[in-house]
């Protein structure tokens, strides 16, 4: 059987190319999408600062709710000081360093902020922490005082040279920057900025009894052992620390220590190749599905000729599923390569954005390519076997009979599922208007590409429909290459639905994808704009945070009207869904009671002014869905770990562009990397008021000074997720583009008889190109009016919800780009078949196998 199918494959190899090209994207994506969860479950950071530790302990980075998959967990969590000089007595350990970490920068002789490699938040560290590079090379002395400072080499300077350095989470008796005499250059990989351990605790608020949940604690603890002690000291820690949820890392996993938000990074990229997956194997699959269908489709009088020599219909179904798994093998080895490859660009592009550290490195394993093979082969043997299966069943003379044509009549379960398919996208596109969240947002693509296939299922019976007026209201003196097209369409409507089907998909995707990102982008925007009161932000994007004198020195300043700190975090919010429990990562702002003057939440219940203490404040969809109504208590988990119960002080109705959780100062306290993120500043508008704020943020370095509505209208902010969309629609439309011009090549080169028989009774070449050219407007008018249509709704629903009004936003241009590519795709790939078959003669071209 196999050998039989390789020999038919050899003589339908333009028929079978649809088949290795969708093969072929479809691998490249899933395999892709493969290394990018590969990597999010097993790529780890280089150690970095922390390479010489043979041993790191530090607290878990998740949180494991019951049942479900772990949530990473942003902010730093620590560890107890006092449990440094426990395992310093382990015997075999000759070091135990307990590390901190807190935001430092240096600024050089022209008062420019120097860019750290590992960023600003932890920069400033102990002087003992030099312990845990690998093979340091210091000259100098350490830190003996809280004027003195040693730095890495690449900042440039001797030692004994002075140099400014800001500590955005000083003291107000240390106002920064302060001035530090350098004591010793540290040369090493990974070496920060570094403090006497004395200093180092008092810039970081940890001494004991200094009040806060950060004092007395560390970040982390690294440990160096003796050579041989390494295994015996490794199992005593985890003896000793057994019960205190702490980590013991060696190895490779040491990086995982370096920096906190690695596991969220890990997460999200398993969360991205998930969320990814169902979108890829759902496009994939139909268009594997279309190709196949229109290759057996070709292959009708072959399997129905077997059918009349006694071919089984077992065997008609297997013959087809070994030709198709025979094309579909040789086309996954490119496409696996090119997955690959792909892979490690899509990971650029994510790094470059900031959504995962540039140092997380591509996990490059075969794990991919096996699940990308065995999906891919899986696919195709189901959809060779279904394209088959009537063909396959019916009698030997009904087979060989109905080979020359299709069926008369479409299947009545698949139009009715069809129909019911569309019903059910147009049900589901009504969420924006009951919540106005991203999930909701997103079931409108959902909604698009499930309204898609309905049309696939249900389009032969409404494009047979349709055909049958059109014929009829033909003029009788219409031309004979415009009759022959209509009558073409409504004989043949389960082959021209096969074309119509899969460039509707295109359009509807392209449509509702990118105009789904782009209003719910607007949406955002929209409320952004109009809850900030503040004209200007004050941020210092190279220190990791305000320093801590700021918010005073701005608030002097004439013409000041308002000015407060802005931060964000993540946390993980816990509530009760029919009797169980339910944790969701979500963004939270943090504010002050005095939010009010800066920023306009939309509140509808309550008041932000009692954002004191252990409270929040909660948008309007997450109050509704979870009961969190004004008064309630919420169940929090910080970014760092740490369990809080919250009493809901307001109620807002700009969630979208807000979040849907906002923290009071008090609460987040010690919980987050430290200073605020940025300062909004609400001045009486003058120019003067202005002025001196552009002063201040030029005479204090690394403070940056942006214009509120300007930075709403560039667009800047945008959110990483937007761009990882836009470039998955990217993607996806080449793949679409690339399946649909082979499908519509082989379908064309299938009718290379039908050519042959027009021209045999005197149709002219001329005449043959002007009913295809006919035909391939059709297709583009169907294709393009049907995506439209199938879009329409949901948008517009989208834009009721989101924007108040019943279009989205987007482009403009997107329409007409689409409806060009459309046509151009259609006219081309049915244009240069239809010339090459006219070019073989009519009786050669029927003598063709």
Same mark, same amino acid.
């Given at each position: 059987?196999?050998?039989?199918?390789?020999r038919?494959?050899?003589?339908r190899?333009?028929?079978?190319?649809?088949?290795?090209?969708a093969?072929?994207? /479809?691998?490249?994506?899933?395999?892709?999408?493969?290394?990018?969860?590969?990597?999010?479950?097993?790529s780890?950071?280089p150690?970095?600062?922390?390479?010489?530790?043979?041993?790191?302990?530090?607290?878990?980075?998740?949180f494991?709710?019951?049942?479900?998959?772990?949530?990473?967990?942003?902010e730093?969590?620590?560890?107890?000081?006092?449990?440094?000089?426990?395992?310093?007595?382990?015997?075999?350990?000759?070091?135990?360093?307990g590390?901190?970490?807190?935001?430092?920068?240096?600024?050089?002789?022209? %008062?420019?902020?120097?860019?750290?490699?590992?960023?600003?938040?932890?920069?400033?560290?102990?002087?003992?922490?030099?312990?845990?590079?690998?093979?340091?090379?210091?000259?100098?002395?350490?830190?003996?005082?809280?004027?003195?400072?040693?730095?890495?080499?690449s900042a440039?300077?001797?030692?004994?040279?002075?140099?400014?350095v800001v500590?955005?989470?000083?003291?107000a008796?240390?106002?920064t920057?302060?001035?530090?005499?350098?004591?010793?250059?540290v040369?090493?990989? %990974?070496a920060?900025?570094?403090?006497?351990d004395?200093?180092?605790i008092?810039?970081?608020?940890?001494?004991?009894?200094? /009040?806060?949940?950060?004092?007395?604690?560390?970040?982390?603890?690294?440990?160096?052992?003796a050579?041989?002690?390494h295994?015996?000291?490794?199992?005593a820690?985890?003896?000793?620390?057994?019960g205190?949820?702490?980590?013991?890392?060696?190895?490779?996993?040491?990086?995982?220590?370096?920096?906190?938000?690695?596991?969220?990074?890990r997460?999200?990229?398993?969360?991205?190749?998930?969320?990814?997956?169902?979108?890829?194997?759902?496009?994939?699959?139909f268009?594997?599905?279309?190709?196949l269908?229109?290759?057996?489709?070709?292959?009708?009088?072959?399997?129905?000729?077997?059918?009349?020599?006694?071919?089984?219909?077992?065997?008609?179904?297997?013959?087809?599923?070994?030709?198709?798994?025979?094309?579909a093998?040789?086309?996954?080895?490119?496409?696996?390569?090119?997955g690959?490859l792909?892979?490690?660009r899509?990971?650029?592009?994510?790094?470059?954005r900031?959504?995962?550290?540039?140092?997380?490195?591509?996990t490059?394993?075969?794990?991919?390519?096996?699940?990308?093979?065995?999906l891919?082969?899986s696919?195709?043997?189901?959809?060779?076997?279904?394209?088959?299966?009537?063909?396959?069943?019916?009698?030997?003379?009904e087979?060989?009979?109905?080979?020359?044509?299709?069926?008369?009549?479409?299947?009545?379960?698949?139009?009715?599922?069809?129909?019911?398919?569309?019903?059910?996208?147009?049900?589901l596109?009504?969420?924006p208007?009951?919540?106005?969240?991203?999930?909701?947002?997103?079931?409108?693509?959902?909604?698009g590409?499930?309204?898609?296939?309905?049309?696939?299922?249900?389009?032969?019976?409404?494009l047979?429909?349709?055909?049958?007026?059109?014929?009829?209201?033909?003029?009788?003196g219409?031309?004979?290459?415009t009759?022959?097209?209509?009558?073409n369409?409504?004989?043949?409507?389960?082959?021209?639905?096969?074309?119509?089907?899969?460039?509707?998909?295109?359009?509807v995707?392209?449509?509702?994808?990118?105009?789904?990102?782009?209003?719910?982008?607007?949406?955002?925007?929209?409320?952004?704009r109009?809850?900030?009161?503040?004209q200007?932000?004050?941020?210092?994007?190279l220190?990791?945070g305000?320093?801590?004198?700021a918010l005073?020195?701005?608030?002097?300043?004439p013409?000041?009207?308002?000015?407060?700190?802005?931060?964000?975090?993540?946390?993980v919010?816990r509530?009760?869904?029919?009797?169980?429990?339910t944790?969701?990562?979500?963004?939270?702002?943090?504010?002050?009671?005095?939010?009010a003057?800066?920023?306009?939440l939309?509140?509808?219940?309550?008041?932000?002014?009692?954002l004191?203490?252990?409270?929040?404040?909660?948008?309007?969809e997450?109050?509704?869905?979870?009961?969190?109504?004004?008064?309630?208590?919420?169940?929090?988990?910080?970014?760092?770990?740490?369990?809080?119960?919250?009493?809901?002080?307001?109620?807002?109705d700009?969630?979208?562009?807000?979040?849907?959780?906002?923290?009071?100062?008090?609460?987040?306290?010690?919980?987050?990397?430290?200073?605020?993120?940025?300062?909004?500043?609400?001045?009486?508008?003058?120019?003067a008021?202005?002025?001196?704020?552009?002063?201040?943020?030029a005479?204090r370095? /690394?403070?940056?000074?942006?214009?509120?509505?300007?930075?709403?209208?560039?667009?800047?902010?945008?959110?990483?997720e937007?761009w990882?969309?836009?470039?998955?629609?990217?993607?996806l439309?080449?793949?679409?583009?690339?399946?649909?011009?082979?499908?519509?090549?082989?379908?064309?080169?299938?009718?290379?008889?039908?050519?042959a028989?027009?021209r045999?009774? /005197?149709?002219?070449?001329a005449?043959?190109?002007?009913?295809?050219?006919?035909?391939?407007?059709v297709?583009?008018?169907?294709?393009?009016?049907?995506?439209?249509?199938?879009?329409?709704?949901?948008?517009?629903?989208?834009?009721?919800?989101?924007?108040?009004?019943?279009?989205?936003?987007?482009?403009?241009?997107l329409l007409?780009?689409t409806?060009?590519?459309l046509?151009?795709?259609?006219?081309?790939?049915?244009?240069?078949?239809?010339?090459?078959?006219?070019?073989?003669p009519?009786?050669?071209?029927?003598?063709?196998?």
């Amino acid at each position: 059987m196999l050998h039989l199918a390789l020999r038919m494959a050899a003589h339908r190899i333009s028929a079978l190319l649809a088949v290795a090209c969708a093969v072929l994207g /479809g691998s490249a994506l899933i395999t892709g999408t493969g290394v990018l969860a590969e990597t999010g479950l097993r790529s780890h950071l280089p150690p970095g600062r922390l390479a010489g530790a043979d041993i790191v302990v530090a607290a878990g980075q998740e949180f494991r709710p019951g049942g479900d998959l772990p949530i990473a967990l942003p902010e730093r969590a620590t560890v107890p000081a006092g449990l440094v000089a426990r395992l310093a007595t382990l015997p075999g350990v000759t070091e135990a360093v307990g590390d901190i970490g807190f935001p430092a920068a240096l600024v050089d002789a022209r %008062g420019q902020v120097m860019p750290s490699a590992a960023g600003p938040q932890a920069a400033g560290h102990g002087w003992s922490s030099t312990a845990l590079l690998a093979g340091p090379h210091i000259k100098g002395r350490p830190p003996a005082g809280p004027d003195e400072v040693a730095v890495p080499a690449s900042a440039g300077v001797r030692v004994g040279d002075r140099i400014q350095v800001v500590t955005s989470a000083a003291p107000a008796a240390a106002r920064t920057p302060s001035s530090y005499r350098v004591s010793a250059v540290v040369d090493a990989p %990974g070496a920060q900025v570094y403090f006497s351990d004395d200093t180092a605790i008092r810039l970081s608020w940890r001494a004991v009894g200094s /009040g806060g949940p950060r004092s007395g604690t560390v970040d982390l603890i690294g440990l160096r052992t003796a050579p041989t002690a390494h295994d015996r000291v490794t199992a005593a820690v985890r003896d000793r620390i057994a019960g205190t949820g702490l980590k013991v890392l060696t190895g490779v996993d040491r990086g995982m220590a370096v920096a906190p938000g690695v596991s969220a990074a890990r997460s999200l990229l398993v969360l991205l190749a998930g969320s990814l997956a169902g979108i890829l194997l759902l496009v994939i699959g139909f268009v594997t599905a279309g190709a196949l269908g229109v290759t057996v489709a070709g292959q009708r009088r072959d399997l129905a000729l077997m059918r009349a020599v006694g071919a089984t219909p077992r065997q008609i179904r297997r013959l087809a599923a070994h030709q198709a798994t025979a094309v579909a093998a040789l086309a996954m080895v490119p496409g696996i390569a090119l997955g690959y490859l792909l892979a490690g660009r899509f990971h650029h592009v994510l790094a470059t954005r900031g959504v995962v550290p540039s140092e997380l490195p591509l996990t490059i394993g075969p794990l991919p390519a096996l699940a990308t093979a065995a999906l891919m082969l899986s696919a195709v043997q189901v959809s060779a076997r279904s394209a088959a299966r009537r063909t396959s069943r019916l009698p030997a003379t009904e087979a060989v009979a109905e080979s020359r044509s299709e069926p008369r009549e479409p299947s009545r379960v698949r139009t009715r599922t069809g129909l019911l398919l569309i019903v059910a996208a147009l049900a589901l596109s009504v969420s924006p208007l009951l919540s106005r969240t991203v999930l909701s947002a997103s079931s409108t693509s959902i909604a698009g590409i499930a309204a898609a296939i309905g049309l696939a299922l249900c389009g032969p019976a409404l494009l047979k429909g349709a055909g049958g007026p059109a014929a009829r209201r033909l003029r009788p003196g219409v031309t004979a290459p415009t009759w022959l097209a209509v009558n073409n369409i409504r004989a043949h409507a389960l082959r021209f639905s096969g074309v119509v089907t899969p460039l509707t998909m295109g359009v509807v995707f392209v449509l509702t994808y990118t105009m789904t990102q782009t209003t719910v982008l607007a949406a955002t925007r929209q409320d952004t704009r109009t809850g900030t009161l503040a004209q200007y932000r004050l941020s210092a994007p190279l220190l990791g945070g305000m320093p801590d004198d700021a918010l005073s020195a701005v608030r002097r300043l004439p013409g000041v009207r308002a000015a407060e700190p802005v931060g964000s975090t993540t946390v993980v919010w816990r509530y009760r869904v029919y009797g169980d429990t339910t944790s969701e990562s979500a963004s939270a702002t943090i504010l002050g009671p005095g939010a009010a003057g800066v920023l306009d939440l939309g509140v509808g219940q309550g008041d932000t002014a009692r954002l004191k203490g252990a409270t929040v404040a909660v948008s309007g969809e997450a109050a509704g869905e979870r009961h969190a109504g004004v008064g309630s208590r919420v169940r929090l988990v910080l970014g760092d770990g740490a369990h809080v119960t919250a009493r809901v002080v307001a109620v807002y109705d700009r969630g979208l562009g807000f979040g849907p959780l906002v923290l009071s100062q008090e609460l987040a306290a010690g919980h987050t990397s430290g200073a605020a993120r940025s300062l909004l500043v609400r001045t009486d508008g003058s120019p003067a008021a202005a002025r001196r704020l552009a002063a201040l943020a030029a005479a204090r370095p /690394g403070l940056v000074l942006t214009d509120t509505a300007r930075e709403s209208a560039g667009g800047q902010g945008t959110p990483p997720e937007v761009w990882i969309n836009l470039a998955v629609v990217v993607v996806l439309l080449a793949y679409l583009l690339l399946s649909i011009a082979n499908k519509l090549v082989a379908a064309t080169a299938q009718r290379r008889m039908e050519i042959a028989a027009l021209r045999l009774v /005197g149709t002219t070449p001329a005449q043959i190109r002007a009913m295809m050219r006919r035909e391939a407007t059709v297709i583009t008018a169907a294709a393009l009016g049907a995506g439209l249509v199938l879009s329409a709704v949901p948008l517009a629903l989208l834009g009721q919800g989101f924007l108040g009004r019943p279009w989205p936003a987007g482009p403009a241009w997107l329409l007409p780009v689409t409806a060009a590519v459309l046509a151009a795709t259609a006219f081309l790939t049915i244009e240069l078949p239809t010339r090459r078959a006219l070019s073989v003669p009519p009786a050669d071209a029927l003598r063709a196998p």
